[in-house]
């Protein structure tokens, strides 16, 4: 299983962007995915994930009411949609995946894309 995440970016605070996480070589029925954060210096943290049918979310309290993750099976795609961004959003960002249900825990994830880079600035 192969995980290309992409759509970082340069942004002004107070704006958006959508961070994509295209899935390939799986084989089977897909899992949880999640979304990840590293800022510079800071241990990785818990952003937002979603159960394999796409019906049940979570967020960390630090993006809830931002952030909104969504997925698309038929694509084999997972999005990150990210408003209001703030300065302190600036992090490189990972998608990762497991089997069956979510985890807010990314010593659980088998699977992690490369990472996209998003920083916040003015």
């Known amino acids: 299983v192969q995980l290309q995440a992409s759509g970082g970016g340069l942004v002004q605070p107070g704006g958006s962007l959508r961070l994509s996480c295209a899935e390939s070589?799986?084989?089977?029925?897909?899992?949880?995915m999640g979304w990840f954060r590293q800022a510079p210096g800071k241990d990785r943290e818990f952003a937002a994930a979603i159960s394999p049918s796409g019906t049940t979310t979570n967020y960390a309290d630090s993006v809830k009411g931002r952030f909104t993750i969504s997925r698309d099976n038929a694509k084999n795609t997972v999005y990150l949609q990210m408003n209001g961004l703030r300065l302190d959003d600036t992090a490189v960002y990972y998608c990762?995946?497991?089997?069956?249900?979510?985890?807010?825990?990314?010593?659980?994830?088998?699977?992690w894309g490369q990472g996209t880079l998003v920083t916040v600035s003015s």
């Open positions: 070589g799986r084989i089977g029925t897909t899992g949880g």
């Open positions: 990762a995946l497991k089997s069956g249900f979510p985890s807010t825990s990314h010593s659980l994830y088998h699977y």
